[in-house]
Structures are given as structure tokens and as C-alpha cells.
């Protein structure tokens, strides 16, 4: 067993969106994602590996397969392995998204 709290990886640099583990294992790990006003994460995909995020806080635009998606605190959003999945925080005010992503069965070896 082990406990964090996600609070303490709610941290934020004013160079660029901040990744911070929460949890890792071999299978799985849990982060979160902080953006301030204006920051992105260029669209990219995880093989073999589904995503769930979580917006803690604050509200912005994911880019999933080149389609936007408006999101706001308490969405939860499922990717899958074969989509691309990019952010943009189009608010004024700071946001965290608690993510976990998991190896799927056929990837894990």
C-alpha cells in the first residue's frame, strides 16, 4: 500500500507545464498535470496505454485526434492507446489535471 496526496504535486513553473509522479509501479502510475494560463502540451499518443484525466482545477481545451475538447474542473476524460492527446489552458487562472495511465493487458510483459 502506499498513500500520497495529489496537493503536494500541484506545483507550477512559469517556463512551461510541470508533470509531477504521484505514484509508479510497473503496470501503472498516477501524476498530475499543472498548466498556467497560456501553457500547452504538444499532442502526442501513449501505445499500449490508456490515459484517465482528471481536471482537479480550472477548465481549458484538450486536442484529441485534432478535435477540441472543452473541459472544466470535475471532467473526467478517457484516451485511448491509438489517440492523441494534446492541452492547451486557455483560461486565466492556473490547472491541474490528476492523470493515470495504464499498461494495457496484451502490453504488459
Known amino acids: ?5 495529489i ?3 500541484q506545483q507550477f513553473d512559469e517556463k512551461r507545464f510541470t508533470k509531477i509522479n504521484i505514484i509508479k509501479t510497473t503496470r501503472s502510475v498516477a ?3 499543472n498548466f498556467l494560463p497560456g501553457q500547452h502540451m504538444k499532442p502526442h499518443n ?3 496505454r490508456e ?3 482528471h481536471v482537479v482545477e480550472g477548465n481549458g481545451t484538450f486536442s484529441i485526434n485534432g478535435e477540441d475538447l472543452e473541459v472544466k ?3 473526467v476524460v478517457l484516451c485511448g492507446a491509438d489517440e492523441q492527446i494534446g492541452f492547451i ?3 486565466e487562472d492556473r490547472v491541474s489535471i490528476y492523470a493515470t495511465m495504464t499498461k494495457l ?4 510483459k
Open 1 to 5: 500500500m502506499e498513500k500520497q496526496s
Open 7 to 9: 496537493t503536494t504535486a
Open 31 to 33: 501524476f498530475m498535470l
Open 46 to 48: 501513449h501505445p499500449d
Open 51 to 53: 490515459l484517465y484525466l
Open 73 to 75: 474542473t470535475g471532467d
Open 89 to 91: 489552458n486557455t483560461s
Open 105 to 108: 493487458n496484451n502490453a504488459i
